[in-house]
């Protein structure tokens, strides 16, 4: 689906030939602007390809007789990529509504056709960070990831649930990612850790 996509007909490459399938103006520019920080944050190109695949499902769907479907787009698009419990009954309404599901998601980008896109076909660079900038970006790339993780977890256990899978009260997701220091054996949230630039024991 997304093995060696840098290609698509007419010569060109897939990024921009799907940009113009579904009408997606900007998307180019805005995934530059994203990549390299712009905003002052930095976006990973998995983070894109997510993204951009997002961005053509909805325009899909958009598109269709499925507009209640386009609401949930992030979890549309995570049942179908992971192809979970959901992933038959929204592929059946997707192709009931006029959606060719399986056309889309061959348009889908992997992260690495974001990048060769993004370093050969845009001529992007990213700026020089000071380490202080890369400390924060780190940082703000991992509350990402955990706020990410908490989500598709929360969404996997409702719906192993509600597809008789296993059996859940009310119930919080905890994501914690530690830090042990194997010179003094203190552990910190990865966060705390650093934001405090490292463990204690180094600067004693």
Known sequence: MTADDSQSGGGTNKVDAVIRKYDLVGMGAELEDRWVGADGEEESTR??????????????????????????????????REDDADAPLIRSRLEQSGVDIESVMDDFISHQTVYRYLKNDRVAARPER???????????????????????????????????????????????????????????????????????????
Not at 50 to 78: H, M
Not at 147 to 176: C, H, M, P, Y
Not at 177 to 196: K, M, N, P, W
């Open 47 to 80: 983070d894109l390809a997510d993204y951009f695949n997002q961005s053509v499902l909805e325009s899909a769907i958009e598109g269709s007789d499925a507009p209640t479907l386009s609401g949930d787009i992030q979890q549309v698009y995570q049942s179908l």
């Open 130 to 204: 000071t380490p202080a900038e890369r400390k924060e970006n780190a940082i703000d790339s991992i509350q990402r990831l955990r706020g990410r993780t908490t989500a598709v977890t929360r969404q996997t256990i409702e719906s192993l649930e509600k597809n008789d899978a296993i059996s859940a009260g009310d119930f919080n997701v905890i994501n914690e990612v530690q830090v042990l220091c194997e010179d003094c054996g203190h552990s910190y949230d990865i966060v705390a850790f650093l934001e405090q630039g490292g463990c204690d024991c180094q600067s004693a």
